[in-house]
């Protein structure tokens, strides 16, 4: 369905008179933000602008606020089914839409479309039937006091709550915050990146589709500290569910800590990949060019630190460089594409520079090291080849700060002590990776890693039913599963003398 807007045309910046206007979603309908004025939105693999997105502020806020508490009552009225089976059809609508959602997906951010059609969009669906029907299992508990109390919980909706979301997984992020918030009952007031604006967009279409009762969802596009500052400091918004850097996260946390606002905090990471001698090398080996490089490396629980005992040391990286050297950057809409555009000039500059410091720190770069330009259109766009570097203390800058794109480092180890030292290391703990097959070894590093995520012998294997997120500055919470609809709900105890 294409709701009034024009058709989407490749243009120059500066040239923006045919190109597609993106609309908030507001009130059940598709407007444009109160200023007027729209800013550039760049196809990472050209490094040109195609299409405009909404500059909305604090006014767009406001209506959206006004719509979300004027749809609260009856949305957290109507029964659970009820909502499941619109939370349902605006999932189908989406595996319906899946193509056309992978394409978009793929040229607003840069990723794989193969990557985008097998990954994010089944996701986004996923998102919407997991919680559609978790919703309709949530039971609160009931506490006897012998024969004299009964106490039980109510779980009632909290109202309206804020949800923003980073670039690097567009839709697959964006729904794993507006699903669980509108199965509970609450009614949404969403910003997705402004940098990955297209399919939270189309997501608008398909929710009026869908029937989404108008003010339920209301997605309000615009900058971090326009639209995203005006929800996170907007009083009537109780809850705040953020994913995206430790730095915006530290800064929401200050302007809503004082508000008292229920507080849900996915920050950075720096994960490790520990790699023992006794591992399946080749799994190993396999899944840690995914770990290292999938998204181009923009996946907050990539492992970009890794650490191999020294016995299998040269082996594994020999085998892992000769394998990156394989990996070639290419236009993200071929389907042969594995590794695409990375999301933005500033942000492939500000990877670049880690390349660089690596170096200055002392760093050797074993395979990639340098931007790529393609040919033909996509000769401006922002590729980066695969880089892995060897050489580095554990303790330099780039081995502690998230650079958040294709670049890791490598480093041999002795002792399990040792490993577990440079790993917990930094002042990150959001997801580790171990491989080994000896099972008390296994566990006796799962329990010692500082982090929210252990996996032993794969990587982003994910049941939604477990809790996600960080400890230290990875962030504050859980999702997933019951802990989501937890948070999107206030416990009310009642206490009633028998
Ligand atoms: P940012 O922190 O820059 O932005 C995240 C979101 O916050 C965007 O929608 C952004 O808007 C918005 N925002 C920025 N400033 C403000 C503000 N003052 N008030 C309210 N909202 C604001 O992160 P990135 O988009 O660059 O995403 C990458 C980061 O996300 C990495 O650090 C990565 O590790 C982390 N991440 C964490 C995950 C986790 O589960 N822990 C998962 C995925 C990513 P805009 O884009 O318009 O500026």
Redo the contacts with the bound molecule.
């Keep these: 369905m294409n709701t009034g807007t024009e058709p989407v045309t490749l243009t120059r910046k500066g040239d923006t008179s045919t190109m597609e206007k993106l609309h908030n979603y507001i009130n059940g309908k598709l407007v444009a933000p109160q200023s007027g004025k729209y800013f550039d939105n760049y196809q990472p693999a050209t490094g040109k602008v195609y299409s405009l997105i909404p500059d909305s502020g604090a006014a767009d806020v406001q209506l959206a606020v006004d719509a979300a508490n004027a749809a609260f009552p009856a949305w957290a009225n109507t029964p659970a089914e009820k909502r499941a089976k619109i939370i349902m059809r605006i999932a189908a609508l989406i595996e319906r839409d899946l193509e056309r959602l992978a394409k978009a997906e793929s040229k607003d951010n840069g990723k794989p479309v193969e990557l985008a059609r097998r990954v994010d969009i089944p996701r986004a669906v996923s998102n919407f039937e997991f919680f559609a029907t978790a919703v309709m299992h949530y039971a609160s508990e009931s506490h006897a006091m012998e024969d004299s109390a009964i106490n039980y919980t109510l779980r009632q909706p909290i109202g309206v709550v804020g949800c923003?979301?980073?670039?690097?997984?567009p839709l697959y992020?964006f729904t794993w915050k507006i699903a669980p918030a509108l199965a509970a009952g609450n009614c949404v007031v969403a910003?997705?990146?402004?940098?990955t604006p297209m399919t939270a967009f189309l997501l608008s279409e398909l929710c009026i589709e869908a029937g989404l009762p108008a003010g339920v969802l209301n997605i309000v596009h615009?900058?971090?500290?326009g639209a995203?500052?005006a929800?996170?400091e907007h009083p009537e918004i109780k809850a705040i569910s953020?994913?995206?850097?430790?730095?915006?996260?530290a800064?929401?946390a200050r302007t809503a800590a004082p508000m008292f606002k229920k507080l849900s905090l996915?920050?950075?990471?720096k994960n490790p990949n520990i790699i023992f001698a006794d591992c399946d090398f080749d799994q190993a080996l396999k899944i840690t060019m995914q770990s290292s490089f999938a998204n181009q490396g923009q996946?907050?629980l990539c492992g970009s630190r890794i650490f191999v005992e020294r016995p299998i040391y040269e082996k594994f990286r020999d085998a892992f460089v000769a394998k990156t050297k394989e990996l070639k950057p290419g236009n993200p809409g071929d389907e042969k594409t594995r590794l695409g555009a990375v999301v933005s000039q500033s942000h492939m500059e500000k990877i670049l520079s880690y390349i660089d410091l690596a170096q200055q720190e002392g760093g050797k770069i074993l395979a990639g090291g340098k931007r790529v330009m393609l040919d033909g259109e996509f000769s401006e766009g922002w590729y980066i080849e695969p880089t892995i570097i060897e050489g580095l203390a554990f303790d330099c800058r780039t081995n502690q700060e998230?650079i958040?794109g294709p670049v890791v480092s490598i480093m041999p180890f002795d002792t399990e002590e040792e490993a577990l030292n440079m790993a917990n290391s930094t002042s990150y703990g959001?997801a580790a990776i171990v491989w080994t097959q000896h099972l008390t070894r296994a566990h006796r590093v799962a329990s010692k890693l500082q982090s929210g995520i252990v996996w032993i012998n794969c990587w982003l294997l994910r049941d939604l039913r477990t809790p996600?997120?960080?400890v230290k500055q990875?962030?504050v919470g859980r999702e997933g599963g019951f802990n989501a609809l937890n948070f999107f709900t206030e416990a009310k105890n009642v206490c009633i003398k028998l």
């Design positions: 923003i979301s980073p670039w690097n997984l992020l910003k997705p990146s402004e940098v615009g900058t971090g500290p995203g500052q929800i996170v953020f994913t995206g850097g430790t730095k915006t996260g800064g929401i996915e920050l950075g990471g996946i907050c998230e958040f959001l996600f997120g960080g990875s962030g």
